[in-house]
């Protein structure tokens, strides 16, 4: 399934893509579906068909209660930044007013003249989970969805701390559908990744080449804090980002910045001034 949440006259509302159309599931948005223990079974309801053409996609999950970022987990991207292979996944954190539909404008701060892009799969938890084992951990994954961990780099390299150079306001977007692991080809895919700025192609790799993998990464985080469901895990971007090139290359008001995975769709978003 191709599940979405959007922004309707009466609020967001929870979705399914049908063909052409988004089918109400009765919830106000994805994080109140997978807090369902049967949430699968109640994704298959039936309700108000709403047109694809035009939706306004809201972030997968507008509230989770928490978004938990993987820095270095692509070899190319690891190399690129002149560090050795990590032995355990680096961990940031991210907060729900960073986050955007995957076709809202992304406003570029003023205090910044490095507004860098990372396409990023982005692990969507179904399933309340602690110290999951693998399979506890399988299971716990509702599904991946397409992130842009937008970065301010100038702010993010101010101290040896990642964190204030990625939780900018309104600033990542996400979505526009978690797809179920059923349709993307496991709970570990392999698909491709692509950024594209104004039409040129800026980062493209493949998930299967991940450090960490999703299952992986569900059991090492929930053995420090407890996955929801709702919550968000992205897994790190690959080589490709602009403060990564030479010369260095950053987001400037006017671009138009595509983040895609292949068989999850893409956030398109133009960049505006403050």
């Known amino acids: 399934m191709k599940l979405a949440t959007i922004r309707t006259a009466d609020g967001t509302r929870a979705v399914r893509l049908d063909g052409d159309l988004l ?3 009765g919830y106000a ?3 109140e579906l997978f807090a369902e223990a049967d949430w699968q079974a109640k994704a298959a309801a039936s309700g108000t068909a709403y047109p694809v053409e035009g939706a306004d996609f809201a972030p997968v999950v507008p509230n989770p209660s928490k978004v938990v970022c993987v ?5 190319n991207h690891i190399k690129e930044m002149g560090r050795e292979l990590p032995e ?3 961990l940031f954190p991210k907060f729900a007013d960073t986050l955007l539909g995957a076709n809202d404008d992304i406003v570029k701060p ?3 003249e490095a507004f860098d892009w990372e396409v ?4 969507v938890i179904g399933k309340q989970v602690r ?7 399988a299971d716990a994954i509702a599904g991946f969805t397409v992130m842009n961990d937008i970065s301010v780099r100038d702010w993010q390299f101010r101290t040896i701390e990642w964190t204030q150079g990625k939780i900018w306001e309104a600033s990542t977007p996400v979505g526009p559908y978690v797809v179920t692991p059923d349709e993307a080809g496991g709970v570990r895919p392999a698909l491709e ?3 594209v700025v104004d039409g040129q192609v800026m980062q493209q790799d493949d998930t299967g080449t991940l450090l960490f993998d999703p299952v992986f990464l569900v059991q090492y985080i929930s053995t420090v804090i407890t996955l929801r469901p709702g919550d968000i895990i992205a897994t790190g971007t690959p080589a490709g980002v602009g403060n990564a090139r030479d010369p260095k290359v950053f987001l400037l008001p006017g671009n138009t910045v595509v983040t895609e995975i292949s068989g999850l769709g893409a956030c398109t978003n133009k960049v505006v001034e403050a």
Do not use: I
């Open 71 to 75: 820095g270095h987990n692509y070899t």
């Open 120 to 123: 990023e799969l982005a692990v």
């Open 29 to 31: 948005d994805l994080g």
């Open 131 to 137: 110290r999951a084992d693998e399979q506890q951990a």
């Open 193 to 195: 990744v692509r950024t």
């Open 23 to 25: 089918v109400d599931l």
């Open 110 to 112: 003023t205090e910044t």
């Open 88 to 90: 355990y996944p680096t």
